[in-house]
């Protein structure tokens, strides 16, 4: 248990100081975000370095930019992967295979994906809602699984991410109702 917190740490850590941020600057924004008390920090200094960073605005309340890096952090990682596992239906689908999938699983495809795609949880959250309710529709025909939802290995050996199509229908506001015509021929 103990290394699983270090990996998380050094995760987190890492992800801080690619954003720019020194760890004084992400536990305001932290602390901001959560309404709890800053201590021990100078913040005054965190303070005007994070509104000139477009971190925090003039009233200093969080960007968009600063919900991002805090809606993917760690300490949320867990609880969204597994509100995202079980978003789909705890059962086989038609091609045999259990829609859900193990968190670990999870957890190394989201990696992955947040590596390569920028969306926040709530977007992922949200298309993936979107996608479960489309294919319950059809009785979760074709459907893939939450992990293949995430990231798949295409013929030609690269990777897809059918969440990453869904996040993007989500993020631009498309309506996904199949509007089609059909014609009855007597």
Same mark, same amino acid.
């Given at each position: 248990?103990? &290394?699983? +917190? @270090?990996?998380?740490? *050094?995760? #987190? !850590? ?63 990682? &867990?609880? +969204? @992967?597994?509100?995202? *596992?079980? #978003? !789909? ?98």
């Amino acid at each position: 248990m103990v &290394s699983k +917190n @270090i990996s998380g740490i *050094n995760t #987190l !850590f890492n992800l801080v100081l690619k954003e720019g941020l020194t760890p004084n600057q992400f536990y305001l924004l932290y602390c901001i975000h959560n309404k709890i008390n800053s201590e021990l920090i100078n913040l005054h200094l965190e303070t005007r370095y994070l509104v000139s960073n477009d971190w925090l605005n003039v009233n200093n309340k969080l960007t968009a930019k600063a919900l991002k890096i805090l809606t993917n952090t760690e300490e949320h990682k &867990s609880n +969204n @992967i597994e509100k995202y *596992n079980n #978003l !789909f239906p705890k059962k086989k689908l038609p091609s045999g295979k259990f829609a859900r999938t193990n968190l670990n699983n999870l957890e190394a495809a989201f990696k992955w994906f947040f590596e390569n795609f920028d969306y926040t949880w709530d977007i992922v959250l949200n298309a993936t809602a979107l996608y479960v309710d489309e294919y319950e529709k059809k009785n979760y025909m074709y459907m893939q699984t939450s992990q293949y939802f995430i990231r798949k290995q295409m013929s030609d050996k690269s990777w897809g991410s059918e969440l990453a199509n869904w996040c993007t229908v989500v993020e631009s506001g498309e309506d996904i109702d199949d509007h089609y015509f059909k014609e009855t021929v007597v």
